[in-house]
């Protein structure tokens, strides 16, 4: 992890959606709790925060602290993901 200028920790390679991270997260919760246990993550452009009293933290302080994004998703999905899902995501289609 590397410090930019205003010393908060920033993981530059951290990818939530990695095929190593989504086998096997736990590997990682350990390393960000030593490390960093708060940490910017530039590949999805938002904060982690892995301890479970920093967590709670967050959740009581809403009016620092938003989880406004939480329901966008991370990256932009293919053009036909929703057509091709669209029972289990019709809520997610545009309205006619």
């Given at each position: 992890?590397?410090?930019?200028?205003?010393?908060?920790?920033?993981?530059?390679?951290?990818d939530?959606?990695?095929?190593?991270y989504?086998e096997?997260?736990?590997?990682?919760?350990v390393?960000?709790?030593?490390e960093?246990?708060?940490?910017f993550?530039?590949?999805?452009?938002?904060w982690?925060?892995?301890?479970?009293?920093?967590?709670?933290?967050?959740?009581k302080?809403?009016?620092?602290?938003?989880?406004?994004?939480?329901?966008e998703?991370l990256?932009?999905?293919?053009?036909n993901?929703l057509?091709?899902?669209?029972?289990?995501y019709q809520?997610?289609?545009?309205?006619?």
């Amino acid at each position: 992890m590397q410090e930019v200028k205003s010393s908060y920790p920033v993981d530059e390679i951290f990818d939530l959606l990695s095929e190593d991270y989504l086998e096997d997260p736990y590997p990682y919760y350990v390393r960000f709790r030593r490390e960093a246990p708060v940490f910017f993550a530039p590949e999805i452009n938002m904060w982690v925060v892995s301890r479970y009293e920093d967590i709670l933290n967050t959740v009581k302080d809403p009016e620092t602290l938003s989880n406004a994004l939480v329901q966008e998703p991370l990256k932009p999905l293919e053009p036909n993901f929703l057509r091709r899902y669209s029972e289990s995501y019709q809520h997610l289609l545009p309205q006619a």
